[in-house]
């Protein structure tokens, strides 16, 4: 049938389109899989990224895949794309996944937004052990960096305040970029409020309890002190009617 948008252009039939597909792939597997590139491309090129990918994916073009991926990556989390971004990831090869750095990055700050913090802090830590050369600082400090919220978000905070600053660390040592350097400064801020509000918490809790202490022997002091008073009111005034009944009595007309 004829597209919407274009006049000249045409599609088949979902089904007869499989079927074509299928057949092709099993008769020119070389011709399938070209055919598929073409279209990542041109989808590519009219920034309709979810179809690139699909195609590259079909295509096993998959540096394709990876550049794409890292491209688009930072716009998609921004959007809150997050399994989008993890699900191309998953799509690829182990040893393609493990070749791109700047991917592993994407694919941890995916698993700590959809709330797979241990499992971010595995990866990340599997990349600061594959690149461990100094060629790579940057992949470093951001590794550690994102490891730093992995933990936080865990309850680590000891932890993930030594992964911030040894983040802050290499990234003074060269010339990093501005938004970076901040980045870190930001989550070592966050990990110091949560630590102060963790101990206001304690501090409040231990006085609390010092507190319900105190209250309770306070209220119990004024108990007895009202039941003293009752006691001495009521003493008073038994002995106030034994001096009157004495009186009345050492006073009355004799007959």
Same mark, same amino acid.
């Given at each position: 049938?004829?597209?919407?948008?274009?006049?000249?252009?045409?599609?088949?039939?979902?089904?007869?389109? &499989?079927?074509?597909?299928?057949?092709?792939?099993?008769?020119?597997?070389a011709a399938?899989?070209?055919?598929?590139?073409?279209?990542?491309?041109?989808?590519?090129?009219?920034?309709?990224?979810?179809?690139?990918?699909?195609?590259?994916?079909? #295509?096993?073009?998959?540096?394709?895949?990876?550049?794409? #991926?890292?491209?688009?990556?930072?716009?998609?989390l921004a959007?809150?794309?997050? #399994?989008?971004?993890?699900?191309?990831?998953?799509?690829?090869?182990?040893?393609?996944?493990?070749?791109?750095?700047?991917?592993?990055?994407?694919?941890?700050?995916?698993?700590?937004?959809?709330?797979?913090?241990?499992?971010?802090?595995?990866?990340?830590? &599997?990349?600061?052990?594959?690149? &461990?050369?100094?060629?790579?600082?940057?992949?470093?400090?951001?590794?550690?960096?994102?490891?730093?919220?992995?933990?936080?978000?865990?309850?680590?905070?000891?932890?993930?305040?030594?992964?911030?600053?040894?983040?802050?660390?290499?990234?003074?040592?060269?010339?990093?970029?501005? &938004?970076?350097?901040?980045?870190?400064?930001?989550?070592?801020?966050?990990?110091?409020?949560?630590?102060?509000?963790?101990?206001?918490?304690?501090?409040?809790?231990?006085?609390?309890?010092?507190?319900?202490?105190?209250v309770h022997?306070?209220?119990?002091?004024?108990?007895?002190?009202?039941?003293?008073?009752?006691?001495?009111?009521?003493?008073?005034?038994?002995?106030?009617?034994?001096? #009157?009944?004495?009186?009345?009595?050492?006073?009355?007309?004799?007959?």
């Amino acid at each position: 049938h004829c597209l919407e948008s274009e006049d000249d252009l045409y599609r088949y039939n979902s089904v007869f389109r &499989d079927f074509l597909q299928r057949r092709l792939r099993e008769t020119d597997e070389a011709a399938f899989l070209s055919l598929h590139h073409k279209a990542g491309r041109i989808f590519e090129e009219e920034h309709c990224w979810d179809q690139a990918v699909s195609h590259y994916l079909n #295509a096993r073009s998959y540096w394709d895949v990876v550049r794409v #991926a890292i491209a688009v990556g930072e716009e998609y989390l921004a959007a809150g794309r997050w #399994a989008t971004v993890s699900r191309w990831f998953d799509c690829l090869p182990e040893n393609t996944r493990m070749a791109a750095p700047d991917l592993i990055l994407l694919k941890s700050q995916c698993l700590i937004h959809l709330g797979e913090c241990a499992a971010a802090a595995h990866i990340l830590t &599997d990349l600061l052990r594959v690149f &461990d050369s100094e060629e790579y600082w940057l992949c470093h400090a951001k590794a550690f960096t994102w490891r730093s919220a992995a933990r936080r978000l865990m309850g680590y905070f000891n932890d993930a305040k030594k992964d911030a600053r040894i983040a802050l660390r290499i990234l003074k040592q060269h010339d990093c970029p501005k &938004d970076v350097l901040g980045d870190v400064y930001y989550r070592l801020a966050n990990i110091d409020a949560e630590q102060g509000r963790l101990r206001l918490l304690r501090r409040v809790s231990r006085r609390g309890r010092r507190g319900r202490g105190v209250v309770h022997l306070h209220r119990r002091r004024r108990h007895n002190e009202r039941r003293s008073a009752c006691g001495a009111r009521r003493q008073t005034g038994a002995w106030a009617l034994l001096r #009157a009944v004495s009186y009345t009595h050492l006073t009355l007309p004799t007959n």
